[in-house]
């Protein structure tokens, strides 16, 4: 998962929109949803910033895991509402996982037309 994608993981877990990470970073909204749609590149300090804001390690941010995502930022966290039920927070948590399976999804698409333009050429080298 590509760093961007993990920053809407973050921010959807945590209930906030884009303008509000954005005002928290001191940032133009459109300058984060291009963070997050990994169309510009993120610096050291800018990652610092983040990591902070979200209350995590910077090493945290750059290696979780699904199983990180649910312990640290679902059971963990305090921004979600509280008068959430059982049920209001299992269907959190599976669009959360469909956003995974998403951004997973997208890169076995790029693979997989890799593999066959690879075959492709292979084939016209016959």
Do not use: W
């Amino acid at each position: 998962m590509k760093i961007g994608e993990k920053l809407k993981v973050l921010r959807n877990l945590k209930g906030f929109t884009q303008e509000e990470v954005a005002l928290k970073l001191k940032m133009e909204r459109r300058s984060y949803s291009n963070l997050e749609n990994n169309t510009t590149k993120i610096d050291l300090s800018r990652l610092c910033q983040i990591a902070a804001f979200y209350e995590i390690e910077i090493d945290t941010l750059l290696n979780f895991t699904s199983k990180q995502i649910f312990e640290d930022f679902l059971h963990k966290s305090n921004n979600l509402p509280s008068e959430n039920t059982l049920k209001e927070d299992q269907v959190f948590f599976i669009e959360q996982i469909k956003l995974l399976i998403d951004a997973f999804s997208e890169e076995r698409k790029i693979f997989l037309k890799i593999v066959e333009d690879l075959k492709i050429e292979i084939e016209k080298s016959r």
